[in-house]
T-cell receptor, first 116, second 115 residues
Framework: GAVVSQHPSRVICKSGTSVKIECRSL??????MFWYRQFPKQSLMLMAT?????????EQGVEKDKFLINHASLTLSTLTVTSAHPEDSSFYIC????????????FGPGTRLTVT | AQSVTQLDSQVPVFEEAPVELRCNYS??????LFWYVQYPNQGLQLLLK??????LVKGINGFEAEFNKSQTSFHLRKPSVHISDTAEYFC?????????????FGEGTQLTVNP
């Protein structure tokens, strides 16, 4: 149980275009979903926290107009990178949790974004 | 605020040798503690967690960790490693007061098991 999927696993887009990444909890309802960014050989950097039905809370330094997060249902959150640039190339990982249940996050497999 | 320090960025060991990956944390409140493993180009997989109770926690793949409150440490150990244990390992803490189980991660330790 507690499986989180991400789609796509890899995406290449041209500079200036937008790309959407989906994060789904397959067998549980996720009260909260998190979006992380990971550069090569580095740790995970939390970008934002989203609770179903409410606006995402962004970490300091993360542009909310560039990284649009939607958490419209208890099983789906999306991250849209708008007007992508090469510096947005990174590994994006989502996670999901059920509040009050051991405070554990279940991680998706990640999405490799390359902006050319 | 809380922070996590993983004292070794890289740990090379030989197959079947024991290994310890060190993790220290700083927090003004009680925390939950976690160890995750990440294989190349994959997400994170939970190895083990400490929530309460016994300070020695056993996880998957033969790993265990010991919570030491006085030393604010949560070191990960395995008595005999395999080639397949080669991966990046992350220690993380969650502030018990924070809603939504927000995690703070350490910088990671690359474990490389050589034949």
């Amino acid at each position: 149980g507690a499986v989180v999927s991400q789609h796509p696993s890899r995406v290449i887009c041209k500079s200036g275009t937008s790309v959407k990444i989906e994060c789904r909890s397959l067998d549980f309802q996720a009260t909260t979903m998190f979006w992380y960014r990971q550069f090569p050989k580095q740790s995970l950097m939390l970008m934002a926290t989203s609770n179903e039905g409410s606006k995402a809370t962004y970490e300091q330094g993360v542009e909310k107009d560039k990284f649009l997060i939607n958490h419209a249902s208890l099983t789906l959150s999306t991250l849209t990178v708008t007007s992508a640039h090469p510096e947005d190339s990174s590994f994006y990982i989502c996670s999901a949790s059920v509040q009050g249940v051991s405070y554990e996050q279940y991680f998706g497999p990640g999405t490799r974004l390359t902006v050319t | 605020a809380q922070s996590v320090t993983q004292l070794d960025s890289q740990v090379p060991v030989f197959e079947e040798a024991p290994v310890e990956l060190r993790c220290n944390y700083s927090s003004s409140v009680s925390v939950y503690l976690f160890w995750y493993v990440q294989y190349p180009n994959q997400g994170l997989q939970l190895l083990l967690k400490y929530l309460s109770g016994s300070t020695l926690v056993k996880g998957i793949n033969g790993f265990e960790a010991e919570f030491n409150k006085s030393q604010t440490s949560f070191h990960l150990r395995k008595p005999s490693v395999h080639i397949s244990d080669t991966a990046e390992y992350f220690c993380a803490v969650s502030d018990l007061r924070t809603s939504g189980s927000r995690l703070t991660f350490g910088e990671g330790t690359q474990l490389t098991v050589n034949p």
